[in-house]
């Protein structure tokens, strides 16, 4: 097809394969393991359906294979640097618990923080971790498990603790130079 004219596309059309998506994923998710008792679909399935039904639809609406791979490469190349801060953060996490890291992180933090300052540290900390390093995701995923393990162990509220974690390390994220 010419990209120079696209067709024009109906609401309905447009929102079509996100509704697929949803009808999927409460099929899969919920109706699936609750009321057919059957086992839930993985996300990587209803992820795959998803990503056919709206391949067929736009071929339908007469976009080619060859329009439809180049608008997909160049999205994914645009979101490929938060991919790789992903990975990233997951081989550090990975990394922390095999060494031990996070372990002797969550023992320290017991001796050493006072329950009634929990959630305070649980701010303050991230701040700082998210403005050396410049990455709200990484302090999360590291720093951030620490904190939680702490909660849990002095039996803090959990819903708290993870609200100041990332709300810390999203204000230290928007005060780094680094970022």
């Given amino acids: 097809m010419n990209t120079s004219k696209k067709p024009d596309l109906s609401f309905f059309q447009i929102i079509l394969p996100v509704l697929f998506l949803g009808i999927i994923i409460i099929y899969g998710l919920v109706i699936r393991p609750i009321f057919l008792e059957q086992p839930a679909f993985p996300l990587e399935i209803v992820f795959l359906l998803a990503s056919v039904f709206a391949i067929a639809e736009l071929m339908m609406l007469g976009f080619g ?14 979101g490929f640097p938060a991919i790789l801060i992903l990975f990233a953060i997951g081989i550090i996490i990975g990394t922390w618990m095999v060494s031990g890291t996070i372990p002797m992180m969550i023992y320290y933090g017991i001796r050493l923080i006072s329950p009634s300052y929990i959630y305070v540290l649980a701010f303050f900390i991230p701040i700082i ?13 590291t720093i951030g498990v ?24 999203f204000f230290g994220d928007k005060l780094s130079p680094l970022s």
Avoid at 65 to 78: G, N, T, V
Wanted: no cysteine; glycine share 16%.
């Fill in 146 to 169: 620490v904190i939680i393990g702490v909660a849990a162990v002095i039996e803090a509220n959990l819903g708290i603790t993870a609200g100041a974690i990332v709300g810390g390390a």
């Fill in 129 to 141: 971790f998210s403005t050396l390093t410049g990455t709200s995701w990484g302090s999360i995923g």
């Fill in 65 to 78: 294979w060859e329009e439809i791979q180049h608008s997909f490469i160049q999205k994914l190349a645009r």
